[in-house]
């Protein structure tokens, strides 16, 4: 007689430590986004943000072209340009999600292909400040690292203030620099 054993313990670490899955839906993306800054954990936040914007923050840590940059370093540049620009949202005690849009569609007759994305707005604090999160479904390598297929997943293509005036507060300066599209 010959018994076939399979072992299913070798195939679920991989898949665990794979998120977001292409399965993983943009709501759930964000939300652990939003628990990882509350808590000031940097390279979780980190790891939930476009391949595009990760480059972004790494070019930014470097002081030469040439220079190897250190995770612990990419994570206070992350923490120090998330303070300057959006201030409140790292260590924040409450979140809520206002409002969603899907911008999935392509207009029609459109020639460039564009990255689906997905547009929150959070309220954090009971309202004491509100931010706007953009998502980009996008494909990447680490799918690839972990042995799974690359296909499309949703992460954080930037992050921006909202001062409850569409961006056109008379109250609040306009910033002279370009805000961080964390």
Wanted: proline share 9%; charged share 25%.
């Amino acid at each position: 007689e010959m018994y076939i054993v399979l072992t299913l313990m070798a195939l679920r670490p991989v898949c665990a430590l794979v998120f977001p899955s292409p399965r993983t839906p943009p709501s759930e993306v964000l939300i652990a986004q939003l628990e990882a800054l509350r808590s000031a954990d940097m390279p979780s936040t980190f790891k939930l943000f476009s391949c595009g914007r990760r480059l972004e923050i790494e070019e930014k840590s470097r002081r030469d072209v040439r220079e190897t940059v250190k995770p612990e370093l990419v994570y206070t540049k992350l923490m120090e340009m998330l303070m300057r620009d959006c201030p409140g949202l790292i260590g924040h005690s409450s979140s809520e999600i206002v409002a969603s849009l899907d911008d999935t569609e392509q207009p029609f007759g459109y020639c460039v292909k564009m990255l689906p994305k997905w547009m929150y707005r959070v309220k954090l604090d009971s309202g004491a400040r509100h931010f706007v999160f953009t998502l980009a479904r996008e494909s990447r390598g680490d799918r690839e690292e972990a042995g799974l297929p690359e296909q499309p997943c949703w992460f954080v293509w930037s992050i921006r203030p909202d001062d409850d005036h569409g961006g056109n507060s008379p109250v609040l300066p306009m910033p002279i620099y370009d805000p961080i599209s964390v």
